[in-house]
């Protein structure tokens, strides 16, 4: 396996109690595969520990990037939560630390 | 034909760095504009507990301060104007302390003009509209009696309106942040308010801007390949009559405008990107070009728009009681099972004494606290410190100021390699709830007037 920051970069922010995170494709046959590959359920399974509900995926072909957005995963969010990473500022680096499939490493640069 | 209209920030948030505005002015003195942005979500709340001490609070002080760094530009010519949201809930009382450095500096011809109508805490309060919160449906009553502020994200029409009068600074009160790039481009562009693919560019420009030196690969996941970490430009929008903007940044300063961190910054905190929701216009990021046009330019084009929603968004917020978070440091064998036995322990005595938290938290950092459950690259047993935060929750006060009394004890009664409890007790914390919601634009009036 690898990790998913080897073929992606991203992004992560709040908005109340959720937040988003945008991932960025390094090269277009990385897109090709977070289009198929990173769905948005597999996104969910991966933030369950941190409550977070049911997960929408928005793709943004123009910037070779997807959308995720991660509802109630802050835990009460920006004033209320008592986490150390009240506002997602983690989220990105999180996801890009998700185990991918090592024959990605293998796609055209 | 227009020329383009050169847009800085120079502030994305309340505690951003004071002399950023002057730097700016310095490094580009034809700059035609600086927006600074003070207001987070809950930014208004804080401003309404200062204003409850200190009738003359309850905007960001800090602006003044960044007034006052900007008098020797305006001594010696400097005619670029400024638009901010510093004004809080008193963009007069904002606008009168710079009115006195203003004149106190011989500089009384720059006109203040401040824009109001953004507070609608009365018409949550009063009327039987339900005011939905837009996360949870929960209606208004359940919080009606705690809302402490309610503020409606206003466009940028009469930040236009004012600077077409002469305006050289606009202070607002809420603003939907990006409508504090998008005035200065209805006042120089005389662009009509149904001009929405062009009012759909200057808004991506202001929300790429809005958040400063992010867009200048501050907060970037690539962040330690920047040249000059020490000193990131602050960003400036060129944007064209189109609608198209060239990202860009002063010479001589750190960070990067790149393809990625335009990317990045493009989509910060968005939801559905085909629907980008302002007061001006919903924007579609969908269409979007962005290329790197030369060192340190990106051009970020094809913004397409369509008429804003028929509500503006409310951010209210309310009263919901009080935290505290304490940490201590905790090193040796077996350190984070000790960090954790040490936090159980901590609350377990005060659970013993009667006080009742309706929350409490636990965390040991440097384990993947922040994730937790996620993404953790080593077992606990391999770490030889970490950092103990315990953190409470509670309707009352009480109880929270009575944990941060009980934080430092764990040094001499917990195990030992307890250290970093030398910056005294915490803080008790108000919560605010953050309660979203929409209200029929009929009943907001935005206005804007001169201050004298």
Redesign the interface.
Known sequence: MIPLRDIAFARSGDKGNSANVAVFARTPAAYVWLRENLTAARVEEYFRPLGVGVVTRYDVPNLAALNFILPHVLAGGGSRSLRIDAQGKTLGMALLEMPIEASVAALPK | MHRPLKVANACAFWGDQPEAAARLVAAEPTLDFLTLDYL???SL?IMAIQRAKDPTAGYARDFVDVLRSLVPFYQAGGETRIVTNAGGLAPAVCATACREILRAAKLSHLKIAVVTGDDVLSALKETSAAFANL?TAAPRSSISDRLVTASAYLGAGPIADALRAGADIVITGRVADPSLTVGPCLAHFGWQTADFDRIAGATVAGHLIECGTQVCGG????WLDLPLPQDIGFPIAEISVDGSCVITKPAFTGGAVTV?TV????????????NYLSPDATVS??????EATGENRVRISGATGRAPPPSYKVSA?YR?GF?A?GQLTIFGNDAVKKARHAGVALLTRLRDAGCVYR???V?C?GTG???????S?VSDTHLVETVL?V???ADTKDPVERFTKEIAPVVTAGPQGVTGYATGRPKVLP????W?CLIDREQVKPVWRFIA
Do not use: W
């Open positions: 987070a979500e809950v709340s996360e907060f970037s996941t690539d990625p990317k990045e910054q493009l989509l910060y905190e968005i939801g559905d990107p085909g990021f969908l269409t979007l070009q962005v917020t919901d935290k978070h929350e409490t938290l965390e950092l606290a922040s994730v937790r459950g996620i993404a690259r935060r953190s409470v929750a919560i605010f709830g953050y979203p």
